[in-house]
Nanobody, 119 residues
Framework: QVQLVESGGGLVQAGGSLRLSCAASGSAFSINIMRWYRQVPGNERVLVADIDRSGITSYADSVKGRFTISRDNAQNTMYLQMNTLKPEDTAVYYC?????????????WGQGTQVTVSS
């Protein structure tokens, strides 16, 4: 089995920065695409950024130029550097990944980490 665990959320003032991490644990797996989503209560989960195994990235328009997604394949870890944070970035941030395990490609979610940006 594979688990994704996020860390790094918290409370920050507008204009500040946070760095989220997502670590995958388990055995005999290979991670394909990794993603960050965020969700505000009452709203759908929204894709923020994604990165493939070669490092190709894409971003939602709302975070372009402020957020940077990266990954360390050797450590099975993904990061989201969030700069110039705005109150509207407040949400629960979820790690998501497509993972090969026992010849099957499955989608996994982390438990989420709260990010709160005060004005």
């Amino acid at each position: 089995q594979v688990q994704l665990v996020e860390s790094g959320g918290g409370l920050v003032q507008a204009g500040g920065s946070l760095r989220l991490s997502c670590a995958a644990s388990g055995s005999a797996f290979s991670i394909n695409i990794m993603r960050w989503y965020r969700q505000v209560p009452g709203n759908e989960r929204v894709l923020v950024a994604d990165i493939d195994r070669s490092g190709i990235t894409s971003y939602a328009d709302s975070v372009k130029g402020r957020f940077t997604i990266s990954r360390d394949n050797a450590q099975n870890t993904m990061y989201l550097q969030m700069n110039t944070l705005k109150p509207e970035d407040t949400a629960v941030y979820y790690c998501n990944a497509d993972i090969w395990l026992q010849s099957s490609l499955k989608n996994y979610w982390g438990q989420g980490t709260q990010v709160t940006v005060s004005s």
